[in-house]
């Protein structure tokens, strides 16, 4: 502490340009012509804690430095301890009111990616949405990427899943990815493509009983909507009139419908899965399939 207090207030200054000038200058600089929004980019320019890079910088050559005698070598090592100190205490503590305040704070509430693009899949997504969830959708199909952008759901970038997937700002907060398209490898293929070590769950629609392509039958991935469900199913079903829709639950599924999705009061979002079947509370919003067909 005694190498420190004479070198308090000086230092509060350097913090203060630091904080104040240097980082936001160089983060308004280096942000422009990017894809970042103008209060991502005020937070790029709020958020510079420095740490052990500065530490062992400071430690590798201030010591050369005394050894020269360059004059004020010696105050090296501990200004910058003191920088690191007020910087993570400053960044620290005003971190998640400063992207609140900016309005760039992750949401709790679960976003799911939709992989597919076929008619019921677009129906499901906006479903979804209207049950106040952020759902992003990828498709590889350019007809039915049009089909997305005609219902007005955001669709991931990239002409391939895992192109689209290495998009990271867009992509940050993917809670789940539901692997939905008419091709059961790709499904398949998909779950092993996508695993993270995040925790991020992978669903994929089941093969139909009988049918066991080349590597659906082998590979991870929840199955999804129960037994029935498969996506022959689904794709027959909806083409014969039966719709997707949501609805506010009293407690209880109501009768000539299946449940495919819960989406809890909080905005975590319960699946229908073969393994467990999510039982939705009142005030909990269902996503249900109507089995009467007009």
């Given at each position: ?25 160089a983060?308004?600089i280096?942000t ?14 709020a958020m510079?804690p420095?740490?052990?890079?500065a ?7 201030s010591?050369g430095?005394?050894a ?5 070598a010696?105050?090296?090592?501990p ?14 503590l ?16 679960s ?6 693009g ?10 979804l ?5 952020d759902v992003?959708?990828w ?12 219902a007005?759901l955001?669709?991931a970038p990239?002409e ?9 700002a867009?992509?940050?907060g ?6 939905l ?13 996508l695993?993270?070590?995040d ?7 089941s ?7 080349v590597?659906?039958?082998?590979t ?34 109501p009768?000539?419908?299946?449940l ?5 009061q ?17 005030g ?6 109507a089995?009467?067909?007009?």
């Open positions: 502490p005694s190498s420190l207090h004479h070198l308090l207030w000086p230092t509060l200054g350097l913090v203060a340009v630091l904080v104040v000038l240097a980082r936001p200058l983060a308004a280096s422009i012509r990017t894809d970042l929004s103008a209060g991502e980019r005020r937070f790029v320019g510079a420095r740490g052990i890079v530490a062992a910088t400071a430690t590798t050559f010591s430095l005394v020269a005698g360059i004059g004020g010696s105050k090296i090592l200004v910058t301890f003191l920088v690191i100190v007020a910087t993570v205490v400053i960044y620290g005003s971190a998640d009111p400063v992207a609140r305040l900016l309005g760039v704070a992750q949401s709790r509430r976003r799911p990616l939709i992989v597919g076929d008619p019921w899949v677009v129906d499901l997504a906006s479903s949405r209207s049950a106040g969830l992003l959708m498709a590889g199909e350019e007809d039915e990427r049009e089909r997305i952008r005609r007005d955001p669709l990239g391939l899943l895992a192109s689209a997937t290495g998009e990271g867009r992509l940050e993917i809670s789940a990815v539901y692997l398209t008419e091709e059961d490898d790709f499904n398949a293929l998909g779950s092993l493509v695993q993270t070590p925790g991020r769950r992978l669903y994929r629609l093969p139909p009983p009988g049918e066991h392509g590597v659906a039958p082998y991870g991935g929840e199955a999804m909507f129960g037994g029935t469900l498969t996506r022959a199913a689904l794709d027959q079903r909806y083409r014969r009139g039966a719709r997707i829709g949501a609805q506010v639950s009293d407690g209880t599924v009768a000539g419908h299946d495919l999705f819960v989406v809890r909080n905005g975590k979002l319960s699946p229908a899965t073969v393994s467990a079947m999510p039982e939705p509370a009142a909990d919003t269902m996503v249900l399939l089995r009467c067909e007009s």
